[in-house]
């Protein structure tokens, strides 16, 4: 392992590393979850319980894996790469044999004391495992169409079992995850193109997976005036609360779409709706600032990386961020259809917020490991 | 490494691309944002605003009937009920079962409730039943949180404190029926009522009051989360009557030991009516509870009628009572002076037809005052065949007969006084001289109600065209004093005929010999003048009569018996009509009621009374009474 001291710099010691945490970047996370924290107590109608006390409760808890991955050596991490796809992949599949059925959906896997959503934590698996593969790829060879045959299923396999699930909005999300390391891997534009007419004639195929309310998410995104009171129910109160917004929102506490129970899920899927009912375009645009800070803190950290893996990873964490909130806050404003992705660090839960904690430690695994060179399996 | 430098390049540009992308893609989301919450601002707060927004109308309370001292006939008393929105029940059936196990149920209820969720509103509250005990409210309550949809509400009840005494007037309330819905969401509340009969159909729109509404807030299940205002709407204007209720309650009560009866007892003065019983009666609280099939069946086969006011709407041949008439007619057109003299054998020959004299053996030669006094039925004959049909049906027209006298109360009758056209017109038979003489007693085609003949006898006595009324005011009792007899206009006739004619009926009861002088009042001050009058019901031979068949007939074959009484006959103010259906010879019956009726009236002299004002005034002191206006005295008491 001498090739790995090529740069000169001798081993990074526990306080270099402690020195090497970015303390702003935790402070905006910090910032961000705060506001879920106000908004989870107002969801409440103005009570911690049920909500923002356990929503606490579990951020302080991620904080331990956040910065035992930020922490770990970065080459552990490139070399338990494919092992955690794997471990994450057979919870995904636990589900998938005997999983809890929640919400008209089988996400969870009971572990007694928590109940865990594998496939949120398949979303940074697959991260490290296409970062470690397109590591390990040169430039030519992520060109070649065979080389992308193994990649492709480690996308598509897991894709299609959380879609089985049927987890429609986490099977998009590991596809367009999936899809933006090919895109930095240096997979070659035709390849992509050619991907989107597959997918296109694919799509009947894909139709029919579909549950019949996947389906009528779908129709009713398309046209949501044709069942107001039905399907279209939850996209026209989610957009008549944030309409009556408006510029300054009708006050912490005051909105009424959500306090009535008008708005669905107001303490997950749709939290963004309240914050924006409550706290209007100003509150709204706030935080979709905040957010698209982390990302750019992101793309920050992960640019200067000198390593493939390094950049990979923390670009894909950063990118999955992105796609957390995009898909979600387009949901929620009827840009896209309904589908159950939760707004990172707001939305209540644990297994996400989990997750999202894991990935910001990784993210600052790779600032704190810039200079760590990693050898390509190719190159021993 | 070139390679690697190359490719290190392409992930910078690639990421840059990438992050360019996703920073259109959050600039999107905030034109999104823009979009929503600035510029389709006002559609989606007018949209928030509807969802939590509800409002529904509030029941006014329904005004109140008072008497003409302000006693309550009709009022509201509070009622709890369970009530059940059938959109929030969800399964109606369902919750209604659970309502079952714990309050009883009946079978009405459940369908009733049925069916109204089919055609009302799904938002409408429904009662399920009403007047809860406490006990039952405490069950419903503390399982209220099975029961979605399901609440108590006190409401109000139509409350008659006044009992059957003056149903008839009054009337009672109902509820609305499918073909009254008009669309005005007053008319789908559970509460709400509609007059059905009496003061309460007749006054029913300055009854209802205008409705209210409450504006509350209700969450995504519809549940009222809070009230956030309210506008109680305009309570419905309270109807003063001008009856007194403590003569109605004596009346009714003197009427009781009676089969059927119909009185009125009038100010003659004013129109006042002060009293007016048709016995017997119903209970109007049974319909403001609901009446029950079996309930309605009896009331409405009863051969006595309980359900139809007879003093309004019972037309009956007015008999001798009718003679009044006559002789005015007979005196106004010339026919007869009060010094003619008419022999009565016993009976009048008309071609081959024989009228009879209720009097076998007749009067002899009678002048006007003695045919009054002895109710001498050839003496009219006489007259009618002297004046014609149709300058009697003048007078009797001009004294309030033939036509309803538009008494504020819903099915009032117009009675009927034949002409020879009416004759013509209806049989295609012209009019024969007998009928005349037929009518001249108040038989034959001759119908009056009992109103009628009160009316005709305020009328003799005050030369007034005097039309009786039961609405005093709307709103506010009027202040004091009574109104003045002078907005009737004057009847057109002679005052001294109309002398003549009362100083008769003042002979009927007050000088030995008259028919009715065994039910004289025997306090001067008090003293009533009357006429008795008998109406067959069907056709006796005078011997029959005679000889007092009528107590061996069933009592539906019996004759009507009639009695006008008027008093203090020395300045007449009160005027009393009863009649007893098929309650035999007038002066045996009707006249004992007349006299203590006119008696009692007199004694509380409602007339002069002033309403009391319901605060008790501070000071002490008492408000003058205001005199009522001097009568002139138009008859000499015998």
């Keep these: 392992m001498a090739s790995i001291s090529e740069f000169g710099r001798r081993e990074l010691r526990f306080a270099d590393k402690l020195r090497g945490i970015r303390w702003s970047f935790l402070f905006l996370v910090a910032a961000i979850s705060g506001i879920g924290f106000a908004m989870l107590y107002s969801a409440a109608n103005g009570d911690v319980d049920p909500w923002a006390s356990r929503q606490m409760v579990r951020f302080a808890i991620a ?8 922490l770990v050596d970065i080459r552990w991490w490139y070399r338990a790469a494919y092992w955690i796809y794997a471990i994450a992949m057979l919870l995904v599949l636990a589900v998938d044999l005997r999983g809890v059925v929640g919400m008209g959906a089988q996400r969870w896997i009971d572990l007694g004391v928590l109940q865990l959503q594998p496939s949120e934590f398949m979303k940074i698996a697959l991260v490290l495992a296409l970062a470690r593969y397109f590591h390990n790829r040169s430039g030519e060879n992520a060109g070649r169409i065979l080389y992308l045959i193994a990649p492709a299923f480690l996308v598509a396999v897991p894709s299609a079992l959380v879609l ?43 139709w029919s997976m579909l549950r019949d309310y996947q389906k009528s998410r779908l129709t009713t995104f398309l046209n949501p005036d044709l069942d107001p009171l039905g399907a279209g129910y939850h996209i026209l109160q989610s957009k008549i609360a944030l309409g009556s917004g408006g510029l300054f929102g ?50 920050a950290i992960a640019l200067r990386c000198r390593s493939n893996f390094g950049r990979l990873l923390g670009l894909g964490i950063a990118a999955n961020f992105f796609l957390y909130v995009f898909i979600n806050t387009a949901m929620v404003m009827g840009l896209i259809p309904v589908v159950g992705v939760p707004l990172p660090l707001i939305s209540y839960g644990g297994t996400a917020m989990v997750a999202v904690m894991l990935g910001f430690g990784l993210l600052m695994n790779v600032g704190i490991h810039r200079d760590v060179q990693i050898s390509r399996v190719g190159d021993n | 490494m070139p390679r690697d430098m190359q490719r290190q390049k392409l992930l910078t540009r690639r990421a840059a691309l990438l992050g360019a992308g996703q920073g259109l893609a959050i600039a999107a989301l905030a034109g999104r944002l823009y979009q929503l919450q600035i510029l389709d601002k006002d559609r989606y707060t007018v949209l928030s605003e509807e969802n939590r927004i509800n409002l529904r109308p509030l029941v006014p309370p329904r005004g109140r009937i008072l008497d003409r001292f302000g006693v309550p006939l009709a009022d509201n008393e509070p009622n709890y009920r369970v009530v059940i929105v059938p959109e929030e029940a969800g399964d109606l059936d369902r919750t209604l079962d659970a309502i079952a196990k714990l309050i009883e149920i009946g079978d009405n209820d459940r369908h009733r409730v049925q069916r109204d969720a089919k055609r009302k509103h799904s938002f409408v509250p429904l009662i399920v039943r009403t007047n809860l005990t406490w006990a039952e409210m405490a069950r419903i309550e503390v399982a209220a949180p099975e029961l979605p949809g399901v609440s108590i509400e006190q409401g109000s009840i139509r409350n008659y404190p006044q009992g059957t005494g003056a149903s008839h007037i009054v009337g009672y309330v109902g509820a609305v029926q499918e073909k009254e819905l008009n669309g005005d969401p007053l008319l789908e509340l559970p509460d709400f009522r509609i007059g059905r009969s009496g003061i309460e159909k007749s006054a029913d729109l300055k009854l209802r009051g205008s409705a209210g509404t409450s504006q509350v807030e209700v969450n995504a299940y519809g549940r009222v989360v809070r009230e956030l205002f309210r506008a109680p709407g305009q309570p419905g204007q309270d109807i003063v009557l001008s009856l007194d209720a403590a003569l109605q309650e004596f009346v009714t009560k003197r009427c009781a030991e009676q089969q059927s009866v119909a009185c009125v007892v009038l100010d003659a003065w004013t129109g006042d009516v002060l009293a007016l019983v048709s016995s017997p009666s119903f209970d109007p609280m049974l319909f403001s509870a609901g009446l029950t099939p079996a309930m309605w069946q009896e009331l409405a086969t009863d051969p006595r009628n309980p359900l139809s006011n007879k003093a309004i709407a019972g037309t009956y ?47 002899g030669g009678v002048r006007l005052h003695d045919a009054i006094k002895h109710s001498c039925d050839v003496f009219f004959y006489e007259t009618a065949r002297r004046v014609g049909i149709d300058r009697l049906a003048e007078i009797a027209n001009r004294l309030g007969f033939g036509n309803p006298l538009g008494i504020d109360l819903p099915g009032e009758r117009g009675g009927l006084i034949p002409t020879r056209d009416w004759k013509l017109a209806t049989t295609g038979v012209s009019w024969q001289q007998g009928e005349t003489l037929i009518a001249g007693i108040g038989q034959g085609s001759v119908l009056a109600t009992p109103l009628q003949i009160a009316t005709m006898a305020a009328r003799l006595v005050t030369g007034r065209q005097v039309v009786p009324h039961l609405i005093r005011a709307a709103g506010q009792l009027p202040p004091g004093g009574d109104r003045d ?38 306090d001067p001050a008090m003293a009533m003048g009357g006429k008795s009058g008998t109406s067959q019901v069907r056709r006796l031979s005078a011997t029959g009569r005679a000889h007092g068949a009528e107590a061996n007939l069933p009592w539906k074959d019996r004759d009507h018996s009639l009695f006008i009484a008027f008093a203090p006959v020395g300045a007449p103010r009160y005027v009393c009509a009863t009649v007893v259906e098929h309650g035999g010879f007038g002066s045996a019956i009707c006249a004992p009621i007349c006299r203590d009726v006119l008696i009692e009236t007199q004694k509380r002299d409602p007339a002069r009374k002033v309403p009391q004002p319901e605060a008790v005034a501070e000071t002490m002191t008492i408000p003058p009474i205001p005199q009522a206006p001097p009568l002139p005295s138009r008859a000499s008491p015998g």
């Design chain 1, 63 to 70: 904080f331990v894996p956040m910065l035992a991955a930020a």
């Design chain 2, 317 to 363: 041949p007015p008999g001798s009572t009718f003679k009044p008439v006559t002789a005015m007619a007979g005196l106004e057109s010339g026919a007869i002076t009060p010094e003619s003299t008419i022999n009565c054998p016993g009976y009048i020959q008309l071609g081959n037809a024989t009228f009879h004299c209720w009097r076998e053996r007749g009067h």
């Design chain 1, 164 to 206: 089985k699930q049927p987890d429609l909005g986490t099977a998009m999300m590991l596809l367009a995850g999936g899809a933006i390391l090919f895109y930095l891997g240096g997979v070659r534009l035709w390849v992509f193109a050619a991907g989107a007419v597959g997918a296109m004639t694919a799509a009947p195929l894909a």
């Design chain 2, 485 to 522: 007899s002078s907005e009737f206009a004057a009847l057109r006739v002679t005052p001294r005929n109309l002398s003549l004619v009362i100083d008769g009926m003042n002979a009927v009861v007050n000088e030995q010999g008259g028919t009715a002088y065994a039910s004289r009042i025997t």
């Design chain 1, 250 to 299: 009708k006050g912490f506490l005051q909105g009424t779409q959500s306090h009535l129970s008008f708005l669905p899920e107001k303490q997950t899927d749709f939290i963004f709706t309240m914050i924006a009912e409550e706290l209007g375009l100003v509150g709204g645009l706030s935080l979709l600032a905040l957010y698209t800070l982390v990302i750019g803190y992101g793309f």
